[in-house]
């Protein structure tokens, strides 16, 4: 079953920290992954994306990573801010149905002054 | 902004009732999809529309159904509304050549 899942469930840390989400995917055939940032009552808007043979991509001080043997993925946040408290959904499409996408529950991070 | 908008933002209804929702894609994007996302939860599936016709779609019931215009517009109905269909839906589209789909704010729909 295709699958995908997200730790933590829910982050919290303070102003101009660190911090890494952690993403594992089952789906199969493996076409790309996507990060989403999603504000609270809003739409999802993309992060990054990365197919098969990339395995980091970033975004300003966001980065993601990929393991595709292990079916991992990350996104690394850095030096952050207050607005980046939002939800950050991972999202895997297969290579046989494009139109289909998993996503992943999310993580909900917020950031304290 | 993604260039695609939802309307309307809010809405509530009573169990039993139908309801439509509505999407205007970026132009020039062919394809739309709408999803359901419940509080706390991931979106969820429910069909995508190429150029007017449903070419896809998710573990959902007939009940619901959608639309696709040449005008780039779209819309989810939803009949016989239940509690559980409380939840954010959103659309997105993209071109049918392109992987990026663009969200639009989404639509809360309550369900009393």
């Known amino acids: 079953k295709n699958q995908v899942e997200q730790s933590p469930q829910s982050l919290i840390i303070l102003e101009g920290k660190n911090c890494t989400l952690q993403?594992?995917?089952?789906?199969?055939?493996?076409?790309?992954l996507r990060w989403y940032k999603q504000d609270t009552g809003r739409g999802p808007v993309s992060l990054t994306i990365m197919t098969f043979s990339e395995n980091t991509k970033s975004n300003g001080r966001y980065t993601a990573t990929l393991d595709a043997d292990t079916k991992q993925s990350s996104l690394h946040i850095t030096a952050s801010q207050l607005s980046d408290s939002a939800s950050y959904i991972c999202v895997v499409s297969a290579k046989d149905s494009s139109y289909k996408l998993i996503f992943g529950s999310g993580t909900r991070l917020l950031v304290r002054p | 902004e993604t260039g695609v908008t939802q309307s309307p933002t809010h809405l509530i209804k009573t169990r039993g009732q139908q309801v439509t929702l509505r999407c205007s894609s970026q132009s020039g994007h062919n394809t739309v999809s709408w999803y359901q996302q419940a509080l706390g939860q991931g979106p969820q599936f429910i069909f995508q529309y190429y150029r007017e016709e449903e070419n896809g779609r998710g573990n959902f019931p007939p009940r619901f159904s959608g639309l696709q215009f040449p005008n780039y517009s779209s819309e989810l109905n939803v009949n016989a509304l239940e509690l559980d269909d409380s939840a954010l839906y959103l659309c997105?589209?993209?071109?049918?050549?392109?992987?990026?789909?663009?969200f639009g704010p989404g639509t809360r729909l309550t369900v009393l």
């Open positions: 993403c594992n995917y089952t789906v199969s055939p493996f076409s790309n």
């Open positions: 997105a589209s993209k071109q049918a050549s392109t992987d990026t789909q663009y």
